[in-house]
């Protein structure tokens, strides 16, 4: 670019005003010249200090990004508290990508926290502790002198290639953090560590170490592309949740039967192990369904790992190891596959699958002259209810249920002699989000249908209604 007098004479010649003067002060060529290079050597200084400025701040941003001097990482790109897995063109899924932590874990319920904001090709993902020196091209918890929590598989890995299963796959925006405490073994914390691991802020296993905590660093592995986490090395463990301390277990009084379940307010969670068919975990309430109260609904607020979760109505000595609809005295609704389980553990296609937030109901249709032993003259006082109600309609939340002459003629149970020992025929219906999906003819046991709900896969969660359709 020309810089020279002469070039820059007609620009002057254009702005004189930026030296304050009018373009009639001009007097000679020459004068105007000597004006451009000062004005040129103004904006040169001006510029200068500009570029100094935007350096220094730009060299503030780095300093604030980078990390600690003497963290370590091979095939991981930090930027601020975010990693992320970056091998070379030959390398990417092929080597582990690690970082490890200046800094040892301190002593006591020290923790630490890793979101993940992107699971990546397989969400290979390793959070744990390992010595400084620890070997970058090695995935955590595999080798000896590492222990780590991997969100691919869910397993806890101790210094061995096989890990222990305790908790759900990891996806994108689930939390995973670590953490020691004081060891409640009497062991020499110089010579062991006792760590715990957490999943969205729920404990889920933990793991004794054979090394000094103060060896101990926060560590994060990956293996494959498009893996990326926030890491918080300052997170912090066991404060009280002030949601939590607000929850009061006011329908507890509602369940005759609770086994591998716990209640809190109106929310049921499975607590079983969920590792086979007999770790079924079953909740009956402690009142049967009856012309007063013949309908109620589960929510699901988390399908867990496999969404076994089944709703029904069952005898009141059901066995509570057992799925309900999978024995006899017993008809259900299964989430999972959609099918209708009716004494047997062999389901009919019945309905569509359900997921999270699906409403899932199930009620009785009553025959007119029904009465249970318990229960007292059939109400009618104008409210609607499914009691004799041939040729009445009923609403549920947009759907119609019709009680007709029709509902006599379904097919006779295959098990004609439980007649024998029963009161009188039923119609079982379910419904899905609002809408009847179909019923079943059933003979009632005596005593009548408890409201049962059945859970076999971890992290499973629901909320019951058992009235509502009242107000």
């Not at 939340?397 to 024998?420: F, N, R, V």
Request: with cysteine; hydrophobic share 35%; glycine share 12%.
């Amino acid at each position: 670019m020309e810089t020279s007098a002469e070039a820059l004479w007609p620009r002057v010649k254009s702005m004189p005003h930026l030296l304050g003067q009018r373009p009639s002060y001009f007097h000679t060529k020459k004068e105007s010249i000597v004006i451009a290079f000062k004005l040129r050597s103004k904006m040169d200084d001006f510029n200068r200090h500009v570029r100094e400025l935007l350096s220094w701040k730009r060299g503030v941003r780095r300093s604030v990004a980078t990390p600690a001097a003497h963290d370590r990482f091979e095939r991981v790109q930090v930027s601020g508290d975010v990693l992320r897995y970056q091998g070379n063109s030959g390398d990417v899924g092929c080597y582990v990508g690690c970082y490890v932590a200046s800094q040892p874990l301190p002593k006591y319920n020290n923790y630490f926290e890793v979101l993940i904001t992107d699971s990546g090709v397989r969400g290979s993902i390793a959070v744990g502790v390992v010595p400084y020196d620890y070997n970058l091209s090695q995935q955590l918890g595999w080798v000896s002198c590492s222990a780590a929590f991997h969100a691919d598989d869910g397993k806890l890995y101790s210094g061995r290639g096989v890990g222990q299963q305790v908790a759900p796959k990891c996806h994108s925006g689930d939390r995973i953090g670590c953490g020691s405490r004081e060891d409640s073994t009497g062991q020499d914390p110089q010579k062991a560590a006792s760590l715990f691991f957490t999943r969205n802020g729920k404990e889920i296993g933990s793991v004794v170490i054979a090394l000094a905590l103060d060896s101990l660093h926060p560590a994060v592995g990956m293996h494959s592309i498009g893996e990326e986490v926030q890491l918080d090395l300052l997170a912090e463990w066991g404060l009280e949740d002030e949601d939590s301390l607000m929850v009061v277990d006011n329908h507890e009084d509602d369940w005759a039967r609770l086994h591998d379940m716990k209640v809190s307010g109106s929310v049921l969670e499975y607590a079983g192990k969920g590792k086979s068919i007999m770790d079924v975990g079953l909740a009956q309430a402690k009142q049967p369904l009856s012309t007063r109260s013949h309908y109620f609904e589960v929510e699901i607020v988390n399908p867990g790992e496999k969404c076994y979760i089944a709703v029904g109505v069952a005898r009141k000595d059901y066995p509570k190891q057992r799925h309900p609809g999978w024995n006899r005295g017993s008809v259900a609704y299964h989430a999972d596959d959609g099918k209708i389980f009716y004494g047997s553990g062999v389901g009919h296609p019945f309905g569509p699958r359900c997921y999270k937030g699906d409403i899932m109901g199930c009620g009785i249709m009553f025959p007119r002259d029904f009465r249970l032993d318990s229960e007292g003259e059939c109400d009618n006082d104008g409210k609607e209810n499914l009691e004799g109600c041939k040729g009445k309609v009923r609403q549920l939340k947009g759907a119609i249920l019709y009680y007709t002459d029709s509902d006599e003629e379904e097919e006779e149970e295959e098990e004609c002699g439980e007649s024998q020992h029963q009161s009188k025929k039923v119609v079982v219906f379910f419904s899905r989000n609002g809408k009847i999906i179909g019923k079943k003819e059933s003979w009632i046991p005596l005593g009548g249908f408890f409201p049962t709900i059945g859970m076999l896969s971890l992290e499973e969660k629901v909320k019951v209604d058992f009235r509502p359709l009242s107000g």
